[in-house]
């Protein structure tokens, strides 16, 4: 992980306003004698039926999206705040993650930064797995971590202590896996948990009551689990975001970063399992979860 990018995040000073609660990171430029610091704030944009389009914005009004399905949520947020577009980075090729882009880039001619995959015709700069996105204004480097599992060229952005996930990981839960087999997926989770405990994780969706149900079934004895899951509960009776949520707390809560916890592992012996393969530990939860009914 880029050092330049380990970053301290706290809670901005102020009142949010309902459905816009913004995280504040300050990132520490370690190539600066006097390690300057500057702060990036997240804005995660509710769009479609349970999408989140995040914005990340300075203290200049400089601002980047990640995975824009929709177009109008972003500009109304940029008028609204009187930001400036930079740049849209997206994570993997589903309409409901780029669909805003051509919308977009109508009125911002930005680049737009993506796997390499003809089903995203709109990139104009490819990424890769280690490679990085080094942006001016706002001033952060993000790393590329291929992440292949929901669809097979799907990647995540981590930077200023930021992960965008697109629809790997997500809170309590991860992605379905369409293109990608579990061994894959497992790879992908396993390099993502490797990041700091104080990661925020940025997911594309907001599922995570859905997934919290059904991490409970695998871990009832989880008290952590079950303290985050009423505090996700009193967040959504009050309108707000699940997200942006540490990676220290999934690491304590998300069976799929869980796999090889006792408890997990006995649900798995349960469902009949070889405790010995990991792999196959996963395929079962996945499984299990892709048929899940609260
Ligand atoms: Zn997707």
């Given amino acids: ?44 944009l ?37 930001w400036q577009l930079r740049a849209i980075l997206l994570t993997h090729h589903h309409d409901d993650h780029i669909g805003g882009v051509a919308g977009l880039l109508a009125n911002h001619p930005v680049p737009v930064y993506a796997p390499d995959d003809a089903r995203i015709p709109s990139a104009s700069v490819h990424v890769a797995d280690r490679g990085h996105v080094r942006l001016a204004a706002p001033q952060v480097d993000f790393e590329v971590i291929a992440v292949p599992g929901h669809t097979r060229s799907h990647v995540a952005y981590y930077g ?14 991860c992605g379905r896996l369409f293109e990608g087999t579990p061994a894959q997926m497992l790879t992908s989770l396993d390099r993502l948990a490797t990041l700091p405990g104080d990661t925020q994780l940025c997911c594309a969706h907001e599922y995570t009551v859905a997934n919290g149900r059904f991490a409970q079934t695998v871990e009832p004895g989880n008290t952590a689990l079950a303290a985050r899951l009423a505090e996700v509960r009193r967040l959504r009776d009050n309108h707000q975001p699940s997200l942006p949520v540490s990676l220290a707390s999934e690491l304590a809560t998300n069976p799929f970063l869980r796999i090889d916890v006792p408890a997990v592992i006995d649900w798995c012996r349960r469902h009949h399992q070889p405790p010995a393969d990991r792999t196959a530990r996963f395929a079962c939860l996945r499984a299990a979860k892709d048929v899940f009914h609260a």
Avoid: C
């Avoid at 999408?51 to 947020?77: C, K, M």
């Avoid at 200023?160 to 839960?173: E, H, K, N, P």
């Fill in 46 to 82: 509710p769009a479609l039926a349970d999408n989140y389009i995040w914005l990340l914005h300075d203290d200049n009004g400089q601002a980047i999206v990640v995975d824009p399905g929709q177009s109008a949520p972003v500009e109304h947020a940029l008028i609204k705040h009187g």
């Fill in 160 to 173: 200023a202590g930021v992960l965008f996930a697109g629809d790997t990981l997500f809170s309590l839960g």
């Fill in 1 to 44: 992980m880029p050092l330049t990018d380990r970053a301290r995040i706290a809670t901005s000073a102020g009142s949010p306003l309902p459905g816009e609660a913004i995280w504040q990171a300050v990132s520490r430029d370690g190539t600066h004698p006097m390690q300057t610091e500057r702060a990036v704030h997240l804005l995660p």
